[in-house]
């Protein structure tokens, strides 16, 4: 899909699919005015959100991710989305990151590497226990020992 709204909206529809099939509950924010595209949730908490996708692959290996709002947007700010969920399109992975892990860094793009199990956000990888067990953005970050 070349346009990236249509792209966008395509990849939400696949991050409501794979949460409902993982026993997720998904809300869907009424307006695009949300900076988060979705809420989770779970035993009485929610976190929300924010879902890009990415069929850019890099040069050094994996796959380049923006995670701005757009060109134009003011980057995010931490307390707007708990979450990013990336999705590598190629590849049907995605990646559960806590967003203080980018928003504080000022962070523009990631570089994701689903064949590498030693790389930055490997921990993330395919990690929607996160979405469940998390309490907002209090939730904690996961160091690469404690995935299984």
């Excluded at 346009?3 to 997720?24: C, D, P, T």
């Excluded at 979450?83 to 995605?94: P, Q």
């Excluded at 064949?115 to 953005?137: N, Q, V």
């Amino acid at each position: 899909m070349s346009h990236h709204k249509r792209r966008g909206e395509w990849a939400e529809l696949q991050f409501m699919a794979k949460a409902a099939k993982l026993g997720l509950q998904i809300s869907k924010p009424w307006s695009e005015l949300a900076r988060y595209d979705m809420v989770i949730g779970a035993d009485g908490h929610f976190v929300s959100v924010q879902i890009k996708s990415t069929t850019n692959s890099s040069p050094e290996g994996g796959y380049i991710c923006g995670v701005r709002p757009n060109t134009r947007g003011k980057p995010y700010q931490l307390g707007e989305f708990d979450f990013l969920a990336a999705y590598i399109i190629a590849k049907d992975v995605w990646y559960i990151i806590p967003a203080k892990l980018l928003v504080h860094k000022k962070v523009t793009r990631i570089r994701l590497d689903p064949s590498s199990p030693t790389s930055k956000y490997a921990p993330y990888k395919e990690a929607w226990d996160l979405l469940r067990s998390a309490h907002g953005s209090n939730s904690a970050t996961r160091s690469r020992s404690n995935r299984h």
